[in-house]
């Protein structure tokens, strides 16, 4: 039996300049540095721009727009896709819309509780999509990211725990021993398994390599789940 845990940021209180020394740092400066550590970092395997595969230039280009991060096959796209950041912004939300909404883990409001309805309103913050059955919901989501994205890692665990096809393999280090510290964390509203606070690290930096591998997995995981279940 393993004890798992979901994986939460820690924030130091102290407000101090770098090294705990120098003058106070701004409140709001503190809470966007929350914010985008509570980001996903870009987990497509395509540029955000043209869509095409990410790597057949050479190193993808990265870059941050109000936290969050953003990666293209080449500085060309990177161009291209600043010259109508909303329009760009709007296209990139559209295509992780539609890859995360299978993963949604719940039909209910995150504040509430209550139904989203039969048409919630899907939006993304931080390369991760929410759906809110308002736009004043959506207001108040936006208005405390942070807390709504662990809200919504909880409920990713606990809808995906039961079918997750690596429940002892690590994808970043392999076997997971009976001594290992098992912490579930979440990336674009896909569960994913790992060892150790290492690891956590690694797939947050590089989701792209890691993702393949888990849906993999819970692929071959349901193929033989409904074998079983049409074996006499």
């Not at 990666?71 to 939300?93: A, H, L, M, P, W």
């Not at 559209?94 to 939006?123: C, H, K, N, W």
């Amino acid at each position: 039996m393993f004890a798992s845990a979901v994986y939460v940021l820690l924030v130091p209180a102290c407000v101090s300049g770098p090294g705990g020394t120098g003058p106070p740092r701004d409140a709001s400066d503190l809470a966007r540095e929350v914010e985008s550590e509570s980001m996903d970092r870009y987990y497509l395997g395509v540029c955000a721009w043209c869509g095409g595969r990410l790597g057949i230039w050479g190193e993808a280009p990265e870059q941050i727009i109000q936290g969050r991060q953003l990666r293209y096959c080449r500085e060309e796209c990177q161009r291209d896709f600043g010259r109508d950041i909303v329009e760009s912004t709007r296209r990139i939300d559209a295509i992780m819309i539609a890859d995360q909404a299978p993963y949604y883990p719940v039909e209910v409001s995150l504040l509430t509780g209550r139904s989203l309805g039969s048409q919630p309103i899907d939006f993304v913050w931080g390369n991760r999509l929410f759906r809110a059955a308002s736009t004043e919901e959506q207001s108040e989501i936006l208005a405390d990211p942070a807390r709504f994205i662990r809200i919504l890692d909880r409920h990713v665990v606990a809808a995906q725990t039961p079918t997750y096809g690596m429940p002892r393999k690590c994808p970043v280090q392999g076997d997971i021993l009976p001594s290992d510290a098992v912490i579930d964390i979440v990336v674009a509203n896909r569960m994913i398994r790992v060892c150790c606070g290492r690891c956590v690290l690694a797939v947050k930096a590089r989701p792209y390599q890691y993702l393949g591998m888990v849906e993999y997995a819970n692929r071959q995981a349901g193929q033989q789940h409904q074998s079983d279940i049409r074996s006499p």
